[in-house]
């Protein structure tokens, strides 16, 4: 039989504990979270979205977790008044005398300028929201420019909507002409990070109405990584993990302490954030030639295929030897060789996160043989397939159905 984990009443017999959820946001991965650490503690969950965010009247309560916005203070009040503990999930009442749990703002701002750094960004800009200045998120943007400056890039904050003037988000015409006078005073290519995820959705909208493209002239990064809003954006969208199933689940375990008469903690409870989540918004390296751009846009989404130079020329409407040409000049290498080299790149990311056998990693990237591959990747790597995975693993695994990897 499971073991029951029960609390002390006042009025004498053992009891399941009961924490009341309120969170209007149908945060998934932070309720998983919060539901992972309960179900080790036996506890009894009531999701307040289960009475469209109204307090149950009979029933007792132990504790409450809760991520509620401003509108919602009365809300707040009256869970506050039922006077059990209560943790809030991120710090928009930080005036409440109860322990909050937050993203850390600092790390995914400098996650997000480190990252459009690595792909090559040299002028970058934080999309902030008209009302950013009473929110603790400027700490996101403060940290991205300062991290990006650090690296040598010129960034720049912006806003699209000015308070006491707002537009409704759905008019994408003047937002594309808004973001188009933005990004005049910083010129192409561009990373954008934007403060949350459906914004910088919006962002993906509104640049092919001012005529950019998307990544290839505008990158662009959301935080959040909320899977369906992240794939169903125009491009799947990159985003930064802030993590929220820990968040979650630091949440609940936090309320367990106080719940058994612990102390409120002194400070923040800070989530350390899982880095950047890549997917097609940010694939890509910046160069300020569209042609170029657009050609390596083609030869990395079509890398498992046979591919030639004339192929990738067709492709983005360009000859053979201009392609060439401006490969050499925007990237100091041919398209071959920026070929071989996304290959042997995807085949280090496959060696090390899977057990799959060299021959099959060889055919996924586009190498017709395995002799061939062995021959690029030591070129390029300075070691055999075989021994790169052994360096860079705990221990060489084995391959799919059981096959050992390649031989050397």
Not at 128 to 145: V, Y
Not at 155 to 182: C, S, T
């Amino acid at each position: 039989m499971a073991k029951e984990f029960l609390n002390e009443s006042s009025d004498g017999p053992l009891r399941q504990r009961t924490v009341f959820v309120a969170d209007e946001w149908r945060n998934e991965a932070a309720k998983r979270g919060i539901v992972d650490y309960a179900r080790t503690r036996g506890w009894h969950l009531l999701d307040l979205n289960t009475y469209p965010l109204k307090l149950p009247g009979s029933l007792r309560v132990d504790g409450v977790l809760f991520n509620l916005s401003q509108e919602n203070a009365p809300l707040v009040k009256r869970l506050r008044r039922l006077g059990v503990p209560a943790v809030e999930i991120e710090d928009r009442y930080a005036r409440l005398r109860c322990p909050h749990v937050i993203w850390d703002r600092r790390a995914i701002g400098r996650a997000g300028a480190e990252h459009f750094a690595e792909r090559g960004f040299r002028r970058m800009a934080y999309l902030r929201s008209e009302a950013w200045r009473s929110q603790p998120n400027h700490l996101i943007c403060e940290s991205f420019l300062e991290r990006a400056r650090a690296l040598g890039a010129t960034a720049h904050a912006l806003e699209l909507q000015r308070l006491g003037r707002l537009v409704p988000w759905n008019q994408i015409d003047v937002f594309a002409d808004r973001l188009r006078k933005e990004l005049d005073r910083l010129a192409l290519p561009v990373g954008i990070f934007a403060f949350h995820d459906i914004m910088a959705t919006r962002v993906c909208h509104f640049c092919p109405a001012a005529g950019l493209s998307v990544p290839e002239q505008v990158a662009v990064l959301g935080i959040g990584n909320d899977p369906l809003t992240c794939d169903c954006a125009s491009v799947p969208l990159s985003s930064v993990d802030p993590n929220r199933f820990a968040q979650g689940r630091i949440a609940a375990e936090l309320l367990d302490r106080l719940m058994n008469g612990e102390a409120v903690p002194a400070k923040l409870v800070v989530t350390p954030s899982a880095g950047v989540v890549a997917r097609k918004s940010t694939d890509v390296l910046a160069v300020p030639d569209l042609d170029t751009a657009r050609a390596l846009r083609y030869l990395w989404e079509h890398l498992a295929e046979p591919l030639s130079v004339g192929r990738v020329a067709d492709a983005v409407a360009v000859s053979r030897r201009t392609l060439d040409r401006s490969f050499r000049a925007h990237l100091g290498r041919s398209v071959i060789d920026e070929l071989n080299r996304k290959r042997i790149e995807r085949a280090c990311e496959l060696l090390t996160g899977t057990r799959q056998s060299v021959v099959s990693i060889a055919r996924q990237v586009g190498f017709r043989t395995e002799p061939y591959l062995f021959r690029v990747f030591r070129k390029q790597m300075g070691m055999t397939p075989k021994k790169y995975r052994l360096a860079h693993t705990a221990r060489g695994g084995e391959g799919e159905n059981g096959e050992t990897p390649g031989q050397e």
